[in-house]
């Protein structure tokens, strides 16, 4: 499993996973598009924030969330993953 963390990185903060800096780009994305996906992946972008609504906002939002993310992955095989988690009480 990649170690993810926010450091300090030429006097900025940056993402860090394993070590190496990340591009600040990056994406939230409830896109379904595969070749969407893929072209950004292909433009670099490798972190993504990935949504989950509770099952108290969308009856089916877990299984959504697993879908979106089953996408992405096979969009973008070596994308890291932020769980953006909507709490809806």
């Given amino acids: 499993m990649a170690v993810a963390r926010v450091s300090s ?5 940056a993402i860090m ?3 190496k800096p ?9 896109s379904m598009d ?9 433009a670099g972008i490798k972190i993504f924030f ?9 009856p089916d939002g877990i299984a959504l969330f697993r879908k979106e993310a089953e996408n992405l ?3 973008v095989p070596d994308a890291y993953m932020f769980l953006r ?3 809806h009480p």
């Fill in 50 to 58: 990935v949504i989950c609504d509770t099952d108290w906002l969308k």
């Fill in 9 to 13: 990185y030429n006097g900025s903060p």
């Fill in 73 to 75: 992955l096979e969009a």
């Fill in 85 to 87: 988690i909507g709490m």
């Fill in 34 to 42: 595969k070749r969407y996906l893929k072209s950004l992946g292909d």
């Fill in 22 to 30: 990340f591009p600040t780009m990056a994406m939230t994305t409830q």
């Fill in 17 to 19: 996973i394993d070590g």
